[in-house]
């Protein structure tokens, strides 16, 4: 039978994360161990573990039909491979750093300078974009030491939490890209193995559903009820239980996390009281 092959990041930012995702979406493989492919038991899957820096040639030749890797990744690689899903997790920025010590007064500053990067197409079109003429000086890792080290003014890696500029003595100045990650795909997948990725997106983005959302229930004088129906932007019109307390009525709805914290207090003044908003593990509409 055929199986859909899918690579991950072996270590790093994504990886902990793309793994936890699959599991979420009830596949089960071992991993650990340092093994670089794996099986799932109970879904017609081969998992490689890769650098995320191959993933975008493996996915164009096929080796894998489709990985996680983050947008850096895709569009530093120039690859012909298509974006199924954007996954909502590892965000961060492609961004210009220089050491903290610096009077850096904009972008101009690159000028006739260095700059040290993993990402040298991205950043090559930013400075022409931005009409600056600068060195890029294309290395393979541990970017942030490069100006320490007299090899370079400045560099442009990705920022997430910062932390890594911090320790290095450095100072984001400039952000160049925002991304997240993705799961790309191969443009020509056999229908049989596109049926698998079909089956696996429609778990992908149940999970994800149920991760922006919440389950809220609510109780609410029944005369108030039509102006709380009004606050939330339900999933589906809300269910509406009857209390054992003369008058009142439980309402249970689905609703944006983001959205809740902005109608808390609208729910609160139109008298809304025992207010529980629960999490959601699956999501089916
Ligand atoms: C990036 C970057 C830094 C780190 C920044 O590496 O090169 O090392 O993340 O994160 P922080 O702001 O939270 O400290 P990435 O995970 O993309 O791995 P790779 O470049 O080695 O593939
Ligand atoms: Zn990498």
Redesign the pocket.
Known sequence: MSKLKIALQKS??LSEKSVALLEECGLKFPNGGGKLITESSNFPVEILFLR??DIPQYVEQKVAHIGII?ENVLLESRKDISISEKLNFSGCRLSLAVPKEIDYEGLSYFNGRKIAT?YPNILSGYLAENGISATVEVIS?S??IAPGIGLSDGIC?????????LSNGLREVDSVLRSQAVMVSNKNLDPEIQLILDRLLFRIRAVRKAKENKYILLNSPNGRLEEIIRILPGMNSPTILPLAKEGWSSLHSVISEEKFWEIIDELKEAGAEGILVVPIEKMIL
């Open positions: 790093g930012r995320d820096d983050g993993t890792g970017v942030e890696d990705i920022v997430s939490s910062g932390s890594t500029l």
